[in-house]
Structures are given as structure tokens and as C-alpha cells.
């Protein structure tokens, strides 16, 4: 973490920091449904509190720059003061004269949240003004919200412009093992990928083939590929117009030097997703008609548990079928096993994204399994595939 400025050593005492969070978590019902992203930055908030007035800004879901009440953070309240162990005060607004002068009467360990930073339109349009208007709440800013470092939104790179900036820790550890990932990977090097988009896993794809030796496929990705191989994938979620550029990537892997895509040579498929839904599974070749895919086969599992076994380094980011079904979730729960059992013979073992996360809080599966878990999912991809983040390039010293 040398290449940038971090809490080490850094003057925060009578400051007011403002601490950019990640904290689009679920909520239902007005209550948080999972915790692991708010648990997660507790050490730099203590951290901050010891000595200083602490601002927290983040957001919920997509408002499109509107007060839409369902997502407001209110609900979150409760339990950054059951994890933090002191009263948390409120904002009704992240910015305006009102805000600005509650932030000018903190004391030193007292909290501020604010209310949905994307309630503003000034957030995602990175407007100037509104970057401006947050930079004047404190005197400090801290970027924990590696799971937004990926967006070029005001208050990810429109802040640190305007403040002293730094990395917090949550943050430091993020940088500290997906680096590895980057720089310095331990071999064999396993990427386990899914998802619903092509276009957002293409560039990590690309990367591993190059820097990985295995590349496991789950999801509508895993269908795509299987369509480009000129099967039927009955009516199956995948992307036609992607099946072009997943030929090229199966061709290009067969070069001399490039890593293995592992496709599923067989599937869990159902006429429906349902929990009495009466499933199958069969080879890719024989998928006809109403069938869609569900899960990855037994085969299929045990092909990807053979490369999670011998690797030395595991990315995992998206579980493998429809999990949220307990139906189809047998594959993504097979492997969970294998990349824990991996992480106990030594390997390291990096998990993300928040359908990962939300795998494991449903069906009781310890993240404590594997040596990080990243708090961000498009953000992980994006920095394991090498490109410059920029609110993370505004840290470097």
C-alpha cells in the first residue's frame, strides 16, 4: 500500500471527516436484510471517531437524482449504532445549509449519516457544484466504498479533488489482496465467473486468459458460451449478440499459453424456476424445447472442483445457477465447498460480488471459509482486469 496515502500517520484530530461508504445493502421492510458491507468499514469508522467528528456518505440503489423514499438509508440508522456502540444522528438531506451546519456542531466521536447521496443529481453526473457542496461538510475525506470505486460519481472522484484524501481500511485491504491477484497471482490461477452480462465480464475474461490458467463459467454467461458452441439452450436466458465474441475468446484459448475456459458439458434444466419444478440433468447437446437452464450438471462440477483443487489462487465472483432457488443452487453450493476445502490446504481464495454474499447470508454458508472477501462486485472485476480505476488513482501519493 505504499503507492497511496492511507490512515497511517495521518493528522485527523479536530478535522471533520467525511467518510465515503458502501453501503447499498438490502432492505426490506425497513430493515437491513445483510450487514457484511456496513460490518465491514467498522475498524476505519472507530478508527476515525477516536478522533475526530465522523460524516458518513453513501447510497441506496437507483433514485435517478429523485427523493424516492423507498431508498432512503434511514433504515440503516440502527444499525450503525448497534455496530458502533454510540447514538447516530440523521440528515434528511446529504448536502444544503442545513446539513452543513449540523456537520459544524460535531464533536469528536459524535456520527452524522446523511440521506441518499443519489437522491441528488449532481451525484452521477459528477457535477463540479454538488462535489463542492459535499467537500464543504468536512475537512478530511476517507474513500472506503471500494464496491463504488469502479463509478465516476461526485462524491467518489469529485471530493478528493477538493479535500485531503485517503484510502480507508477497508479499502487498504481490498487494494492489498486483489493486487496480488494483478501483480503477483499464485499459480495455478482460477477465475470463477457468472452473471447475467456478457459485456461486464468480457475484460476479466480477456485478462485471465492471458495472466489465469482456468476460467470456470456459470450463469447466462455460461449459456452464451454454450450457444456459441452451436448448441440449443432451449428458452434459456442468454445473449445472442454476444455469441460472436465468446467463439473468438474459445478460439483464442485454444492457443498455445492461454488459460482454459471451462464451459459446462451439462446442466440442471426446468420447463420453469420453481421450487416443484420438476428438473433434469442432462448434456448441453440434448437441450430442446420449453427447457431452460437452471444449474451446472454433476459432471460439470466435479470438472470445475478438479481445477479449483489443484489451484493456488481462486477469484470467485457470481454464484453458478439460479441460487436463490434452493432447487437450483446445488452447483454454486458444491463449489463454495471446494474453494473453502481449497482455502484450508493453502490456497488463496478471494470471493465477491453481492449475489456471492447474499449466496452465502441465505443459506448459511461462513464467509470466514475463504482468505477475502472483497466488498465489491463490479469494482473487483474491473480492478482484477487491470484497468485504472480513478477514484482509486486520486489516492496515490
Known sequence: MEKYRTLDGVQLSGKRVLLR?????????????????IEALVPTMQEIMALSPLIIVSHQGRPKGKRAMAFSQKPIVPVLEEVLGTNVQFAESCVGPETEAITRTLKKGEVLFLENLRFEPGEESNDPAFAKQLAALGDAYVNDAFTNCHRKHASMVGV??????????????????????????????????????????????????????????GGCIANTFI??????????????????????MMLEAE???????????????????????QKIDLPVEDIMGDMSIFDIGKVTIERYRAAIDKAGMIVWNGPLGLYEMNRFSHGTKRIAEAIAAATKRGAVTIIGGGDTLDFHVRYGYPLDAYTFVSTGGGAMLEYISGKPLQAIELLRR
Open 21 to 37: 461508504a458502501g453501503f447499498d445493502v438490502t432492505i426490506d421492510g425497513g430493515k437491513v436484510m445483510d450487514r457484511e458491507r
Open 160 to 217: 478528493p479533488k477538493l479535500l485531503p484524501a485517503y484510502a480507508g481500511r477497508q479499502l487498504e485491504k481490498e487494494l492489498q489482496y486483489l493486487s496480488q491477484v494483478v501483480e503477483e497471482p499464485r499459480r495455478p490461477l482460477v477465475l470463477i465467473v457468472s452473471g447475467a452480462k456478457m459485456e461486464t465480464k468480457v475484460p476479466v475474461i480477456r485478462r485471465f486468459l492471458d495472466k489465469g490458467d482456468d476460467i470456470l463459467l
Open 227 to 248: 450457444a456459441a458452441r452451436g448448441f440449443d439452450v432451449g428458452t434459456s436466458r442468454y445473449e445472442e449478440d454476444m455469441t460472436e465474441q465468446a467463439q473468438e
Open 255 to 277: 492457443k498455445a499459453e492461454k488459460a482454459d475456459i471451462h464451459v459446462p458439458r451439462d446442466v440442471v434444466v426446468a420447463s420453469e424456476p420453481s421450487e416443484s419444478a
